[in-house]
DNA sequence: AAGGTAACCTGACTGC
DNA sequence: TGCAGTCAGGTTACCT
């Protein structure tokens, strides 16, 4: 489900109502996500005021004095906030955190999500073997185009694959990708070394661009995506190439051309981008 | 080191 | 109506 639009869009609405508030209580109906939620969750995290959510690639994390907790909602995770008691919990309703005013609750039917702690004593939560890894973030100055020139030099996988990658830059699933590589008028196929200059610069560009307007529009609902105050996000309704095989491109009217990269649907207009 | 593939899991949709 | 097959926003682990 979400990619770097929609996790932040999910910050957005959470940090007011968690930010500076004190955890009263911690329910874990089903451990069993992409790995599992300690047990130990509510005793770690009751008591604790929450200081800071933030956000690095895809990962939500969650500042409190003792540590941090990480949460990724991989394919089909959520979080909802419920000002009121929330109705008695459904399915997919694995976890559930209650502040002083307010309930938030973790919904995920694929269970690729994950809810993890990392304690303030096991030092920067930024080496965190989930994150140490990462590249940078879209929205950082350091993103720029000699940043992705010099990452690309060597690679021979398609730009598709390795944007996706997330090493380089974080937060382009595959969404994005397809919709950004439009953008940029670059094909899906080329070999990542292949890109010279300036096409690493339009391509930054563009990554920038489509985040910022998907992140605006809040988010993209395929499927059950909804923000967390329940709204849908629109950026579906704009999308250039993603999902619409056959569909006439909207900038040439050429028919849009669906492939598979490593087992991953991607969408392209063969005149635009080359 | 980079690249390819399978794996994790449920639900929605398609076609027979 | 039912059943089998396909596909879906992500990422890690493992093999070459």
Redesign the pocket.
């Known amino acids: 489900?979400?990619?770097?639009p929609?996790v932040e869009v999910t910050r957005r609405a959470l940090a007011p109502h968690v930010e500076g508030r004190r955890v009263t209580g911690v329910v874990v109906r089903d451990a069993?996500m992409?790995w599992p939620v300690p047990r130990e969750l509510p005793q770690w995290l009751v008591g604790q005021r929450i200081d800071h959510l933030d956000r690095r690639?895809?990962?939500l994390l969650w500042q409190v004095e003792a540590g941090t907790l990480i949460s990724?909602?991989?394919?089909?995770g959520s979080w909802r906030v419920h000002l009121a008691p929330p109705p008695a919990p459904g399915?997919?309703d694995h976890v559930e955190i209650h502040l002083d005013r307010c309930w938030l609750r973790l919904t995920d039917?694929?269970?690729?999500g994950a809810l993890l702690w990392h304690p303030r004593a096991d030092g920067d939560i930024a080496q965190h073997?989930?994150?140490a890894?990462?590249g940078v973030e879209p929205f950082d100055p350091r993103f720029d185009a000699a940043l992705v020139y010099a990452a690309t030099r060597?690679?021979?996988?398609?730009i598709k694959?390795?944007l996706?990658?997330?090493?380089i830059v974080?937060?382009?699933?595959?969404?994005?990708?397809s919709e950004s590589l439009f953008r940029a008028g670059i094909n899906p196929k080329l070999?990542?070394?292949r890109l010279g200059p300036m096409r690493c610069a339009r391509l930054v560009e563009a990554v920038r661009e489509v985040l910022a307007e998907a992140i605006s529009v809040g988010?993209?609902?395929?499927?059950?995506?909804v923000g967390a105050e329940g709204a849908e996000?629109y950026f579906?309704r704009e999308a250039a190439v993603?999902?619409r095989e056959g569909a006439p491109c909207r900038a040439c009217r050429t028919p849009i051309r669906?492939l598979?990269?490593?087992?991953?649907?991607t969408y392209y207009c063969p005149r635009c981008q080359r």
């Open positions: 489900m979400p990619e770097l929609e069993r992409r690639g895809k990962y990724h909602l991989g394919m089909s399915r997919h039917p694929r269970r690729f073997p989930l994150l890894h990462l060597g690679r021979t996988a398609p694959q390795v996706l990658a997330g090493d974080v937060g382009v699933g595959n969404i994005y990708a070999p990542a070394r988010g993209s609902t395929l499927r059950d995506f996000g579906m993603y999902g669906r598979l990269q490593g087992q991953r649907a």
